[in-house]
T-cell receptor
Framework: EAGVAQSPRYKIIEKRQSVAFWCNPISGHATLYWYQQILGQGPKLLIQFQNNGVVDDSQLPKDRFSAERLKGVDSTLKIQPAKLEDSAVYLC?????????????FGEGSWLTVV | KNEVEQSPQNLTAQEGEFITINCSYSVGISALHWLQQHPGGGIVSLFMLSSGKKKHGRLIATINIQEKHSSLHITASHPRDSAVYICAVKRIQGAQKLVFGQGTRLTINP
């Protein structure tokens, strides 16, 4: 079974530039998550999709971050304009729907450095 | 106060030692995950628990729902076990939202 795919793995940009990350979840997984993990901290949920609808985006800085999952499969996370404090690993994860106690599968992460 | 607290934050041990990492949480949960994150890598799910104990190879995870506490044990530790171990709980309230601990950085020296 193919895992959660993310790209790019590494990205370095200057502040005020824009960046986009892509995620392809495990086939058939209805729920998709984007997490931000700053060095030395645990992951923080940015946005959760159920199919192509947003379930939770309460911690997404909507002035600069946006995410979409148009066809309920893959997803993109965009940052525009980037700030130095956006330097982090952006993790995509997916899980199936229908049970409360589903496991969750993480991608390798996209490492962003803003200089 | 964080809803999920892990201890210790950092742990260094010699190869072969028995390792214990603790996780305490303050919310009602439906499941608890233990995750492993290697430097430069993504996160791998080690265990998902809702009660009792699970074992996989040299790894053992236990959970006490009444005390809101879980432990991850590693027997016969090896340098390749060096990683960050993260406890995450799935709240009963809210749509499958995971709340993460800050992680425990484990270093096993040969």
């Amino acid at each position: 079974e193919a895992g959660v795919a993310q790209s790019p793995r590494y990205k370095i940009i200057e502040k005020r530039q824009s960046v986009a990350f892509w995620c392809n979840p495990i086939s058939g997984h209805a729920t998709l998550y984007w997490y931000q993990q700053i060095l030395g901290q645990g992951p923080k949920l940015l946005i959760q999709f159920q199919n192509n609808g947003v379930v939770d985006d309460s911690q997404l800085p909507k002035d600069r971050f946006s995410a979409e999952r148009l066809k309920g499969v893959d997803s993109t996370l965009k940052i525009q304009p980037a700030k130095l404090e956006d330097s982090a690993v952006y993790l995509c994860a997916s899980s199936p729907w229908g049970e409360v106690r589903n496991t969750i599968y993480f991608g390798e992460g996209s490492w962003l450095t803003v200089v | 106060k964080n809803e999920v607290e892990q201890s210790p934050q950092n742990l260094t041990a010699q190869e072969g030692e028995f390792i214990t990492i603790n996780c305490s949480y303050s919310v009602g949960i439906s499941a608890l995950h233990w995750l492993q994150q290697h430097p430069g890598g993504g996160i791998v799910s080690l265990f998902m628990l809702s009660s009792g104990k699970k074992k996989h190879g040299r790894l053992i995870a236990t959970i006490n729902i009444q005390e809101k506490h879980s432990s991850l044990h590693i027997t016969a530790s090896h340098p390749r076990d060096s990683a960050v171990y993260i406890c995450a709980v799935k709240r009963i309230q809210g749509a499958q939202k995971l709340v993460f601990g800050q992680g425990t950085r484990l270093t096993i020296n040969p």
